[in-house]
């Protein structure tokens, strides 16, 4: 009787979960916004960096480049890096996600130490 009490509380807090990822699910504008974010917080970087470079090279006499590539560059390490942050803490997540919760263990010690 224990286990089928237990199996239909598990079958009923995952209905509940899945009605709930149901109705929060994101629109299509939530959507868009986030990736214009994404597409902001990466490209805009070696944009900009390409410009200023292009601008800086422009203030000094003769042909040169030096300030473009660099900063282009620095724009393209920065894209990189932003990459691996969101990566590392996408990551993370998901890792801290499976992990069960403290109340959980203790419950399962609790169980275990009535029966």
Not at 37 to 45: A, G, H, I, M, Y
Not at 69 to 86: A, E, K, M, Q, R
Request: charged share 25%; no cysteine; glycine share 6%.
């Amino acid at each position: 009787m224990e286990t089928e009490r237990e199996l239909r509380n598990r079958v009923e807090e995952q209905a509940r979960r899945m009605r709930a990822a149901e109705r929060d699910r994101p629109t299509l504008l939530a959507q868009s916004v986030y990736l214009g974010t994404l597409s902001v917080l990466f490209v805009l970087p070696i944009v900009v960096g390409a410009y200023l470079g292009s601008w800086l090279d422009s203030l000094v006499a003769g042909y040169s480049v030096r300030w473009t590539v660099s900063l282009l560059l620095l724009g393209v390490i920065y894209f990189v890096g932003t990459g691996l942050l969101v990566w590392l803490g996408s990551w993370l997540r998901r890792r801290w996600k499976r992990r069960p919760s403290p109340r959980t263990r203790i419950r399962a010690a609790d169980r275990s130490r009535d029966r």
